[in-house]
């Protein structure tokens, strides 16, 4: 089956810094690739959709300047936390979209100390 | 309202029982996921139906368009069956479509 791959798993960064997120579809093309956050306890939140080649489509209240989104190639996005602080401590999933399957990544724990 | 909802939000049942996890959206779509998510946050998705019933080993899922309405069944549960059960609708019927969330099944099985 297709596979998608994140890198890292986790991650602590101190208040401030900045933080990059990669997302793989190992096997296949995705032309669609979706960013999610999760909190505890709670479901998962689109953030953004990423189309290969074309700016990312942000979900309201995202900012974008702050969650930046790449999809430079057919296989990998990556979403870079700027200036991250605590309250962007999280659970960050990608998905890869193929014909109407998404493949979902195993996530990245991002802590901002 | 949520456009999806799951029933029950909690589910604590014991080795061999028969599950049901409910799923019902308000709008209409194209397709219906049913996701599992284990402990440590990977996601797998189960399965993608738009109509009638699919069945992987002990998971079986069905859908009833006109009653907007989804269930997963899991027959001879097992501990490892322990997960967050999520139902996800797309809206569209392009390739790419977003996915609407329930908030998700906490399913305890217990030996």
């Known amino acids: 089956g297709a596979v998608v791959s994140q890198h890292p798993s986790w991650v602590i960064c101190k208040s401030g810094t900045s933080v990059k997120i990669e997302c793989r579809s190992l096997d296949f093309q995705a032309t669609t690739m979706f960013w999610y956050r999760q909190f505890p306890k709670q479901s998962l939140m689109l953030m953004a959709t990423s189309n290969e080649g074309s700016k990312a489509t942000y979900e309201q209240g995202v900012e974008k300047d702050k969650f930046l989104i790449n999809h430079a190639s057919l296989t990998l996005s990556t979403l870079t936390v700027t200036s991250a602080h605590p309250e962007d401590s999280s659970f960050y999933i990608c998905s890869a979209s193929q014909l109407y399957e998404q493949y979902f990544g195993p996530g990245t724990r991002l802590t901002v100390t | 309202k949520n456009e999806v909802e799951q029933s029950p939000q909690n589910l604590t049942a014991q080795e061999g029982e028969f599950i049901t996890i409910n799923c019902s959206y308000s709008?209409?779509?194209?397709?219906l996921h049913w996701l599992q998510q284990h402990p440590g946050g990977g996601i797998v998705s189960l399965f993608m139906?738009?109509?009638g019933k699919k069945k992987h080993g002990r998971l079986i899922a069905t859908i009833n368009i006109q009653e907007k309405h989804s269930s997963l069944h899991i027959t001879a549960s097992h501990p490892r069956d322990s997960a967050v059960y999520i139902c996800a609708v797309s809206l569209s019927q392009t390739s790419g479509s977003r996915l609407t969330f329930g908030e998700g099944t906490q399913l305890t099985v217990n030996p």
């Open positions: 139906l738009s109509s």
């Open positions: 709008v209409g779509i194209s397709a």
